[in-house]
């Protein structure tokens, strides 16, 4: 009898220690599948913020776990144990790998705005419309005639932008406080009863005929830049006084020298 009641106690007490152990592994499994749900959630619901929440919890819970059940559970049981230690390294792991990823991106798109907004100021830089210096200057029909009578008397063997120099020094002259205020003024002004322009002399202005090309340059010279870097004096010294030359080489400032003209400004 005695022998009975020792099996029936040891058998009783063998499914008791089973059913805690099966207790035991059953909250390990479900509390892995929680944490499995919550990192799911976070990787596509949550963010980033959700994401490193749900690894620390991974971490948090196989301390705390091992430590209430007197054991590692994680040695125990494969699943609840390496695989899901890996799944939340993994997290973690990609975390890190997206964010490096995330910052180069960014940093490609900065350093591709940066170089769009160079070459932006540069193409606006080449696309402006150069400054014109005489756009304030009144220019008559009487004007417009004088202007292109001397530049063709002057400098009609010269190329375009030989005879836009010249008409240059004359619009420079316009806008100069030493000078007539008018192109006509400009023109046929005297120094000392001195011609400034020769051709208003010799009588070569009157005889001209002006050139297709010429309207052209003045065309150019009146609505375009200064090429003249703002002379306001020109001699062709092979054909040139020599005592007028000396004067110039004295008195002025060289600039530049342009087909058969050199050019001069004020020191």
């Known amino acids: 009898m005695l022998a009975i009641q020792n099996f029936f106690k040891n058998l009783y007490g063998g499914i008791?220690?089973?059913a805690k152990r099966a207790c035991r592994d059953c909250a390990v499994l479900m509390s892995g599948f929680s944490i499995f749900a919550l990192i799911s959630l976070n990787v596509h619901g949550l963010g980033d913020r959700g994401r490193f929440w749900a690894a620390e919890e991974c971490?948090?819970?196989?301390?705390?776990?091992?430590?209430?059940?007197?054991?590692?559970?994680?040695?125990?049981?494969?699943?609840?144990?390496g695989n899901f230690a890996l799944v939340c390294k993994n997290v973690l792991d990609g975390d890190q790998e997206r964010l490096i990823r995330e910052s180069r991106e960014k940093l490609r798109k900065i350093e591709q705005t940066e170089v769009c907004a160079s070459v932006e100021t540069m193409y606006s830089e080449v696309r402006k419309d150069p400054v014109n210096r005489?756009?304030?200057?009144q220019v008559s029909p009487e004007d417009y005639e004088a202007l292109c009578r001397i530049v063709q008397a002057e400098a009609g063997g010269e190329d375009e932008t030989g005879k836009r120099l010249v008409a240059e020094v004359v619009l420079n002259r316009v806008l100069s406080d030493g000078f007539a205020s008018?192109?006509?003024?400009v023109v046929f002004e005297r120094v000392a009863g001195r011609a400034q322009f020769s051709p208003t002399a010799d009588g070569r202005y009157y005889t001209?005929?002006?050139?297709?090309?010429?309207v052209e340059a003045v065309e150019k010279a009146l609505h375009g830049?200064?090429?003249?870097?703002?002379?306001l004096f020109f001699s062709a010294r092979s054909k040139a006084d020599p005592y007028d030359m000396a004067w110039f080489d004295r008195n002025l400032k060289w600039l530049f020298q342009y087909g058969g003209h050199e050019f001069y400004a004020l020191p």
């Not at 008018?182 to 003024?185: K, N, S």
């Not at 005929?209 to 010429?214: L, Q």
């Open 16 to 18: 008791q220690d089973r």
């Open 59 to 81: 971490l948090s819970f196989r301390r705390e776990d091992g430590e209430s059940a007197g054991e590692n559970p994680w040695q125990s049981n494969a699943l609840a144990g």
């Open 134 to 137: 005489y756009g304030e200057i």
């Open 182 to 185: 008018t192109v006509y003024g």
């Open 208 to 214: 001209v005929e002006v050139t297709e090309g010429t």
């Open 225 to 231: 830049e200064d090429y003249s870097q703002g002379a």
